[in-house]
């Protein structure tokens, strides 16, 4: 078992940065590939990036390339996501996701561990 737990979420302006972390801790963090998936209201879970577990690859989804970036400290077990450039439309919970074989596959069924979720709000 892999708990994962987020950090970092908050209310900010268009425009502006956020740092989110997500501290893992269980089985060895460093074996697995890490994603962040977000969900709007009304929305279904959309996937935003994902990092594989020697930090080598890395894989976003369109509406955020550019502007997020996804990291990791095997180290620390924390993966990160560095936010800029927000918009009123990455408004979302965000949600830390571990597990993963293959970090192009989005679908949520590809992750087996998942955290609680943070919100972020962004104001335009």
């Known amino acids: 078992q892999v708990q994962l737990v987020e950090s970092g979420g908050g209310l900010v302006q268009a425009g502006g940065s956020l740092r989110l972390s997500c501290a893992a801790s269980g089985r060895t963090f460093s074996n697995y590939n890490m994603g962040w998936f977000r969900q709007a209201p009304g929305k279904d879970l959309e996937f935003v990036a994902a990092i594989s577990w020697s930090a080598h690859r890395t894989y976003y989804t369109d509406s955020v390339k550019g502007r997020f970036t996804i990291s990791r400290d095997n180290a620390k077990n924390t993966v990160y996501l560095q936010m800029n450039s927000l918009k009123p439309e990455d408004t979302a919970v965000y949600y830390c996701?571990?597990?993963?074989?293959?970090?192009?596959?989005?679908?949520?069924?590809?992750?087996?561990?998942w955290g609680q979720g943070t919100q972020v709000t962004v104001s335009s």
């Open positions: 996701a571990g597990g993963g074989i293959d970090i192009r596959n989005v679908h949520y069924s590809e992750y087996d561990y």
